[in-house]
């Protein structure tokens, strides 16, 4: 299996730290869509990041439909979305949320970095700036004061999706988000961020 793209994309993260925590053998390779893209071109003419390879040479692209795929290479104890429907409804609520305000860091830092400055339109600025606070602010609703992980007692994929955006977020936009409007997001983020499968997947 090969995984494509670079880890400071929040999508091609959550799938690496994620077949970390599964325990799924893979490779890495790191192709930027930006200052690469003849050679991912060559790779998946899409050139989208992540791509994900699977042995028999099948490619998926978008981090979601990766992540389904590898859930059902394991057994059902295993996998990192719950098997009890009200569980699961809970974590795709928490993964909604925390990809929403990824995707709004997302289309702030391409409006301010790769946008020429005589074109950007601040009123669109403000308003993903005010969708991404949104967004935090509902899931710092959600998971103030909650104890251990936040679909049981092991790591999951909403704790994974969780921490990688939070943290993917500080990296782009620290300056904007301060972590103190933020306490719990910060401190469960810090949590995950420390976990071997975190640390050895680092933002590039």
């Known amino acids: 299996m090969q995984l494509i793209g670079m880890m400071d994309s929040p999508y091609v993260r959550r799938v ?12 890495h390779r790191s192709v930027s869509v930006f200052r690469q893209f003849d050679e991912f ?3 998946n003419p899409v050139v989208k990041a992540p791509t994900f390879i699977e042995d028999d040479g099948t490619q998926l692209v978008d981090s979601t439909l990766i992540l ?14 719950p098997e009890d ?30 946008r020429p400055a005589e074109r950007q339109h601040e009123p669109w600025v403000e308003r993903v ?19 251990g ?15 990688v ?20 997001l910060a401190a469960f983020s810090a949590r995950a961020e420390a976990l071997p499968e975190f640390v050895a997947t680092p933002l590039e």
Request: proline share 5%.
């Open 16 to 27: 690496a730290i994620s077949l970390a925590v599964l325990g799924l053998p893979f490779e």
């Open 41 to 43: 071109a060559k790779i």
């Open 68 to 81: 389904d795929h590898l859930d059902h290479k394991v057994a059902p104890a295993r996998r990192l979305m």
């Open 85 to 114: 429907p009200k569980a699961r409804l809970q974590a795709l609520r928490i993964i909604g949320f925390a990809l929403a305000a990824t995707e709004k860091v997302m289309q702030n830092v391409y409006e301010r970095n790769l």
């Open 129 to 147: 700036q005010t969708q991404m606070h949104a967004a935090f602010g509902i899931l710092e609703e959600l998971i103030a004061g909650k104890a």
């Open 149 to 163: 992980w936040l679909c049981g007692d092991r790591l999951m994929q909403p704790d994974i999706t969780l921490a």
């Open 165 to 184: 955006a939070w943290r993917f977020t500080q990296f782009m936009l620290g300056e904007i988000v301060d972590p103190a409007r933020y306490p719990a």
